[in-house]
Every structure is written in C-alpha cells, then in structure tokens.
C-alpha cells in the first residue's frame, strides 16, 4: 500500500501501515539504499515530522521544514553501513492516532564523518503519532 493510499483511507489499518512504514525505514538503511529509498519512507510522514531519538535527540516539536531535516540527514548517512538487518518484533496499536514498533536491529559500516567503523546491535522502539494517515511525530527509544 502506498502513502497516498493510506492517506486517502479514512478506515487507516495501523497494523498494515506500521509494517509498511517498517519495510520502508529498514530499506533506507541497507548497504545498497538509494535516495529512492529514502523517498519511499518520507512519503509516509507529514512535511512538518517532529522526531526524537532519546537521549540524543530530545525535541520532538514539529517544524515546518521537518522533512527536508530529515531528509538531509538520512542523505548524509545513505550508505554508511555496509551491514544491516532489521527484524519486526511487535506492533502496538493505539485507536487511530498512533502506533508503536518494536524491532532488533544489527548494522556494521563506516561513519561518513569520521571514516571510523561502526557497529551495533539493539532493540528499538518506535512511537508513531499518526495525522491524516501520515506519521506526524516520531519518538524512538533504545534498549
């Protein structure tokens, strides 16, 4: 199902929607994602996102360029692991406003910044506060 399908449903099936919005993020991080990729997962949010990653990320307001934020920063990172995969754990439901995942994650790469190795392995969980059958706000927690 594409974002316009899911913004145009007014009966939004969050269980459907969060396996999509998982499938989309985990392509943006494997070793051949393109800018395509990155495409595919912000049509799925609202141009004003709000995010956090806590306790790195602590501001979750939404901000009229959100997205373009987004988007160059998962731009820089394009490419960076040359190792990932991703497996869905849970998805919670929450009447019709949010959603949350929770997923174990496994990447290696090379930092773009600093050109130091990387790895790490963990699980997330992502909170999803759905509008108009896009994600609006985005608070992501690590174990």
Do not use: C, W
Not at 34 to 62: C, F, Q
Not at 92 to 112: C, D, L, M, Q
Not at 130 to 137: L, N, P, S, T, W
């Amino acid at each position: 199902m594409s974002a316009t399908t899911y913004a145009n449903n007014s009966e939004l099936d969050l269980n459907a929607f969060a396996r999509t919005y998982f499938n989309s993020m985990v392509a943006t991080q494997a070793p051949n994602a393109t800018a395509k990729d990155i495409e595919a997962y912000l049509a799925l949010l609202t141009d004003d996102i709000g995010h956090t990653h806590l306790p790195y990320v602590t501001d979750d307001s939404r901000q009229s360029n959100g997205k373009e934020l987004m988007r160059k920063g998962m731009t820089f990172y394009l490419g960076a692991h040359t190792k990932y995969e991703a497996q869905l754990l849970d998805v919670f439901t929450f009447n019709t406003s949010a959603v949350a995942i929770r997923y174990k994650n496994k990447a290696e790469g090379i930092h773009p910044q600093n050109q130091q190795a990387l790895a790490y392995s963990q699980v997330m969980m992502e909170v999803l506060e759905i509008e108009d059958g896009k994600v609006a706000v985005i608070r992501k927690y690590h174990e």
